[in-house]
């Protein structure tokens, strides 16, 4: 089998490329294709092809399919913040480039899956008490309305009997380490990751903001899961995420490391915009995911175990 990953050297495609391989000889891989603009990160592998450069890149394309791919999972995105701030890039990664990877795979005529990597921006604002299964998108930012076209695409390209495929809106993905990727929400990891070493942090949003986060591993788990349930009636997923307080967040974090004074090295200086559309989140239930295998963490201590092993592997 061979398996293509978009984004495969960002934070979760790293995770999922490792796990991928970890498990390769009960799997049926025979080749995994990594591409990303950069994967400096990642080791080599027998199995492991690497290719420098975008995903909207024609000839990039072309080469990752140059054998065809089985399954590929769809990460790579201009994410939120620099698509907000770079309207022309974002479109022509996020919509054209997502475009041009789903008319390749329709051509190699081998009924390919796409595990499309979709978000929570599509949401935006709720405007709802509950988000669940049901909840229809309403994004207020670019990068929300780009994953809802890409949702789409898919599942129109499904719908025709070109591939199989769904689209997985992930929550917030902690702790991601200290590198710029454009997305706001970056700050959870942040947060994650300075307090447990013993450093200052100024959080953008307040003691109370709310959101729905879940760890890399999770994440991952939650990725290969849809790879398997992804048929030829299109399906987006909204995954069954935890929904925490940055509060408890903290708290749990001060449970862990009692000797640091958390609650000494934290500042709430919060900024109405990233509250707004990163720290207002109704509660979540999804439970047809639920029934389908899909999962959270478990627990607000289990959350941030499961993240702190990324900052301790």
Same mark, same amino acid.
């Given at each position: 089998?061979?398996?293509?990953?978009?984004?495969?050297?960002?934070?979760?495609?790293?995770?999922?490329?490792?796990?991928?391989?970890?498990?390769?000889?009960?799997?049926? /891989?025979?080749?995994?294709? $990594?591409? =990303?603009?950069? +994967? #400096? @990160?990642?080791?080599?592998? &027998?199995?492991?092809?690497? /290719?420098?450069?975008?995903? $909207?890149? =024609?000839?990039? +394309? #072309? @080469?990752?399919?140059?054998? &065809?791919?089985?399954?590929?999972?769809?990460?790579?995105?201009?994410?939120?913040?620099?698509?907000?701030?770079?309207?022309?890039?974002?479109?022509?990664?996020?919509?054209?480039?997502?475009?041009?990877?789903?008319?390749?795979?329709?051509?190699?005529?081998?009924?390919?899956?796409?595990?499309?990597?979709?978000?929570?921006?599509?949401?935006?604002?709720?405007?709802?008490?509950?988000?669940?299964?049901?909840?229809?998108?309403?994004p207020n930012l670019?990068?929300?309305?780009?994953?809802?076209?890409?949702?789409?695409?898919?599942?129109?390209?499904?719908?025709?009997?070109?591939?199989?495929?769904?689209?997985?809106?992930?929550?917030?993905?902690?702790?991601?380490?200290?590198?710029?990727?454009?997305?706001?929400?970056?700050?959870?990891?942040?947060?994650?990751?300075?307090?447990?070493?013993?450093?200052?942090?100024?959080?953008?949003?307040?003691i109370s903001a709310?959101?729905?986060?879940?760890?890399?591993?999770?994440?991952?788990?939650?990725?290969?899961?849809?790879?398997?349930?992804?048929?030829?009636?299109?399906?987006?997923?909204?995954?069954?995420?935890?929904?925490?307080?940055?509060?408890?967040?903290?708290?749990?974090?001060?449970?862990?490391?009692?000797?640091?004074?958390?609650?000494?090295?934290?500042?709430?200086?919060?900024?109405?915009?990233?509250?707004?559309?990163?720290?207002?989140?109704?509660?979540?239930?999804?439970?047809?995911?639920?029934?389908?295998?899909?999962?959270?963490?478990?627990?607000?201590?289990?959350?941030?175990?499961?993240?702190?092993?990324?900052?301790?592997?």
């Open positions: 089998m061979h398996i293509l990953i978009t984004g495969a050297g960002g934070f979760i495609g790293r995770h999922l490329v490792n796990t991928i391989l970890e498990n390769s000889e009960d799997s049926g /891989l025979t080749r995994l294709t $990594a591409m =990303d603009l950069n +994967l #400096d @990160a990642l080791g080599d592998h &027998p199995l492991l092809h690497k /290719l420098v450069g975008s995903f $909207a890149d =024609d000839a990039i +394309l #072309d @080469a990752a399919l140059s054998v &065809p791919a089985d399954q590929v999972f769809h990460l790579a995105s201009v994410p939120s913040g620099a698509a907000e701030s770079n309207h022309t890039l974002g479109m022509s990664v996020n919509i054209d480039g997502t475009i041009a990877l789903l008319d390749r795979m329709k051509d190699q005529g081998n009924y390919s899956t796409m595990v499309f990597a979709s978000s929570i921006a599509v949401f935006g604002k709720p405007a709802v008490n509950e988000v669940n299964d049901d909840t229809l998108p309403t670019s990068y929300g309305s780009q994953k809802v076209i890409g949702e789409v695409l898919v599942a129109d390209y499904v719908r025709r009997g070109w591939i199989r495929g769904c689209s997985v809106r992930l929550p917030g993905i902690i702790a991601r380490p200290p590198e710029p990727n454009g997305a706001v929400s970056i700050f959870f990891s942040d947060l994650v990751r300075n307090l447990s070493q013993g450093k200052p942090f100024t959080c953008p949003v307040s709310m959101s729905w986060l879940m760890s890399v591993s999770c994440c991952v788990e939650n990725l290969l899961h849809a790879a398997t349930l992804a048929q030829d009636k299109p399906h987006t997923w909204t995954l069954p995420a935890m929904h925490i307080a940055i509060g408890e967040l903290v708290n749990e974090l001060d449970e862990l490391f009692p000797d640091l004074e958390l609650r000494d090295l934290i500042t709430y200086e919060p900024d109405p915009w990233v509250e707004e559309n990163f720290g207002s989140y109704p509660p979540i239930k999804c439970l047809k995911a639920e029934a389908a295998g899909f999962h959270h963490d478990g627990s607000a201590l289990d959350l941030v175990a499961n993240a702190m092993k990324t900052l301790n592997p």
